[in-house]
């Protein structure tokens, strides 16, 4: 099977890239949209490239790169009435919601802001701005492989 990647959302506040650094491997939690869950459920493989993403900062960008080591499994904390991501309708014997757990792998030198993205050849047409407000997303071999020259070349 091909390898895939992924861009997945966090905002710095909730969970940043020198945090991630440090744990070196964390599970992807709090995921409540549909097709999001869908990509984490079934489609996410270990070895699949992701980039971690800082949504609603300033800037919003791209910050670091890691890989999926974990595949899907049900997210624990829609079951934990005392979690932020809480799930009342969620049964543990049939879950909603699912996870992955992601290795660090590289921080970017400074985030890769959304805006200069878009001017990127090969970029324009990223399902980041085809469905912004969506957290877990496809991006494409040829995107990852123009993202990756892009980050080394902070370097």
Same mark, same amino acid.
């Given at each position: 099977m091909a390898k !895939?990647?992924?861009?997945? !959302? *966090?905002?710095?506040?909730a969970y940043s890239v020198e945090r991630w650094k440090k744990e070196k491997v964390t599970y992807w939690d709090g995921v409540r949209n549909y097709m999001a869950r869908n990509f984490l459920r079934g489609e996410m493989k270990k070895?699949?490239?992701? #980039?971690?993403?800082?949504?609603n900062a300033k800037p919003s960008g791209v910050a670091? *790169?890691?890989?999926?080591?974990?595949?899907?499994?049900p997210d624990f904390t829609a079951f934990d009435p005392k979690d932020?991501?809480?799930?009342?309708?969620?049964d543990p014997q049939?879950?909603?919601w699912y996870m992955v757990d992601v290795k660090f792998k590289?921080?970017?030198?400074? *985030?890769?802001?959304?805006?200069? #993205? !878009?001017?990127?050849p090969g970029l324009g047409n990223m399902a980041?701005?085809?469905?912004?407000? #969506?957290?877990?997303?496809?991006v494409t071999g040829t995107e990852w492989a123009i #993202?990756?020259?892009?980050?080394?070349?902070?370097?």
């Open positions: !895939k990647y992924w861009l997945m !959302k *966090v905002e710095p506040e070895g699949d490239g992701m #980039l971690f993403y800082y949504s670091g *790169v890691g890989e999926i080591v974990q595949e899907g499994y932020i991501h809480f799930d009342p309708k969620s049939k879950p909603t590289k921080a970017c030198k400074q *985030v890769i802001p959304a805006d200069f #993205l !878009k001017k990127v980041l701005f085809k469905y912004s407000r #969506l957290s877990v997303q496809p #993202l990756q020259r892009l980050i080394e070349s902070q370097r």
